[in-house]
């Protein structure tokens, strides 16, 4: 079983389960808790110092995202990742973003180009020397994208879709160069700055589509974490 040390402090005057989610889910798909790690209620409730029921009800969240199998008397463990859900999730998000990019290309204002611009710079600096920092510069892209085109609500559902396609972002960083990615980034954002939808929307798909390469790579390399049932 894993120890799961209190790695930030809980906030008491908010609600506690929605934060032990989230440390709980971060550190998932971060994968510092590995496929097959066994967790416990009482651990975390202790370290926390708080009560059982909100972690059974973050427990009974992250199940329902696939991301832990909990078992009544048995005991609860992180899900392996499943490949068929992070296929799934790809699919779902390129038919979305492919039409954010071609909104935000049509509308096209360019305080965004500004922002891009800045955003990329930081991308470059990460690239050469942290992979985290780059993941969240990565997260932030996208989700400037979505709220240029209006669209935050869609990419709260896209957040929520996407845990198992991002456990796989989080092993594939650390094996391939974040400088493909990068580039893509700024094909998109050129396109943009063009003006030129098809050649956004296609720089879009063409970046989403980049884990169908990674991925089986990745599986074979580290069987043990994926789950290929259902494929």
Do not use: C
């Not at 074979?220 to 049932?229: C, G, H, I, N, V």
Request: aromatic fraction near 6%.
């Amino acid at each position: 079983m894993a120890s799961i040390a209190a790695a930030r402090t809980i906030v008491q005057s908010a609600p506690v389960g929605p934060q032990i989610y989230a440390i709980l889910r971060e550190r998932i798909i971060h994968n510092e808790l590995p496929p097959g790690t066994r967790v416990s209620e009482s651990e975390i409730a202790a370290n926390y110092s708080v009560s059982r029921q909100p972690v059974r009800e973050a427990f009974i969240k992250l199940s329902e995202e696939g991301l832990m199998d909990v078992r009544p008397q048995r005991g609860s463990y992180i899900r392996k990742i499943s490949t068929s859900a992070v296929m799934d999730a790809r699919f779902v998000r390129e038919a979305i973003e492919a039409d954010i990019v071609r909104l935000v290309t049509e509308k096209h204002d360019e305080s965004l180009d500004a922002k891009l611009k800045g955003q990329l710079a930081l991308q470059r600096e990460a690239a050469s020397k942290d992979a985290n920092r780059f993941i969240q510069l990565d997260e932030l892209f996208h989700r400037t994208l979505a709220e240029a085109a209006n669209k935050s609500g869609v990419w709260a559902m896209v957040e929520g879709l996407k845990a198992q396609m991002d456990r796989v972002r989080y092993l594939s960083l650390f094996k391939f160069p974040m400088h493909q990615l990068l580039e893509q980034h700024e094909a998109i954002a050129k396109a943009i700055a063009r003006r030129d939808p098809v050649a956004a929307e296609t720089a879009m798909r063409m970046h989403l589509r980049e884990i169908l390469k990674d991925l089986p790579a990745i599986a074979e390399e580290k069987p043990e974490l994926f789950d290929t049932s259902g494929v």
